[in-house]
């Protein structure tokens, strides 16, 4: 069964960068279809970063021109660089894996996901 841990998040100023990592247990990751979710507190679980199995991206309007999301296959691992970070741009950030077909920034046509790691931008 695959396990995703995700890593990398921290407290930035507005402005700054980070680099969040999704490693997987298993193999294959380089043909997966992958995202990152961002879910801030009072709010649901939004789409933010879609990676297909040929290496198409999609990015939610919000984030188009600063974040990138990218995969190491060899090191089975996913990755989202943030920058220009903004206030709004706080939240938990999660990977999912296990993409079941559908719409893919729907949360529920994933079925693996990791604990989430945490953003903070100060203002």
């Known amino acids: 069964q695959v396990q995703v841990v995700e890593s990398g998040g921290g407290l930035v100023q507005a402005g700054g960068s980070l680099r969040l990592s999704c490693t997987c247990s298993g193999s294959g990751l380089a043909n997966w279809n992958m995202a990152w979710f961002r879910q801030a507190p009072g709010k649901g679980r939004e789409g933010v970063a879609f990676?297909?199995?040929?290496?198409?991206?999609y990015y939610i309007d919000s984030v188009k021109g600063r974040f990138t999301i990218s995969r190491d296959g060899a090191k089975n691992t996913l990755y989202l660089g943030m920058s220009s970070l903004k206030p709004e741009d706080a939240a938990m950030y999660y990977c999912?894996?296990?993409?079941?077909?559908?719409?893919?920034?729907?949360?529920?046509?994933?079925?693996?996901w990791g604990l989430g790691t945490q953003v903070t931008v100060s203002s």
């Open positions: 999912a894996a296990g993409w079941l077909g559908g719409d893919y920034w729907d949360a529920s046509r994933y079925n693996r």
């Open positions: 990676i297909g199995w040929n290496g198409i991206t």
